[in-house]
């Protein structure tokens, strides 16, 4: 049974941090690429990040470039998104993705998704 599990959203002040976790259980972790994806209040949902297999190519929304850093933890079978200097604009439940081999920005290519955890910048 494959399960990604996202944990470390919460409540923080403009300009803060936070890191999301994204546990990943039944799926061979080294064969997916891994992406964060977040959908705000009234929007759609976006992505915000990717990683690679290997973690050797990342990419990122360019609103959060220069804030965000994904990385990834094969052994522990965990993608990590790093957020720094977070806006009132970063409000959301983000949510990661797996799909197989590649990474990919769009929702309809990913073929595990978690539940997502809700992050709340405030003013």
């Known amino acids: 049974q494959w399960q990604l599990v996202e944990s470390g959203g919460g409540l923080v002040q403009r300009g803060g941090s936070l890191r999301l976790s994204c546990s990943v259980s039944g799926i061979p972790l080294n064969y997916y690429g891994i992406a964060w994806f977040r959908r705000a209040p009234g929007k759609e949902r976006e992505a915000v990040s990717c990683?690679?297999?290997?973690?050797?190519?990342?990419v990122y929304l360019d609103s959060v470039k220069g804030r965000f850093s994904i990385s990834r933890d094969n052994a522990k079978s965990t993608v990590y998104l790093e957020m720094n200097s977070l806006k009132p604009g970063d409000t959301a439940v983000y949510y990661c993705?797996?799909?197989?081999?590649?990474?990919?920005?769009?929702?309809?290519?990913?073929?595990?998704w978690g539940e997502g955890t809700l992050v709340t910048v405030s003013s």
């Open positions: 990683i690679s297999r290997t973690g050797g190519s990342t």
């Open positions: 993705a797996a799909k197989p081999y590649a990474c990919s920005a769009y929702d309809n290519d990913m073929g595990y």
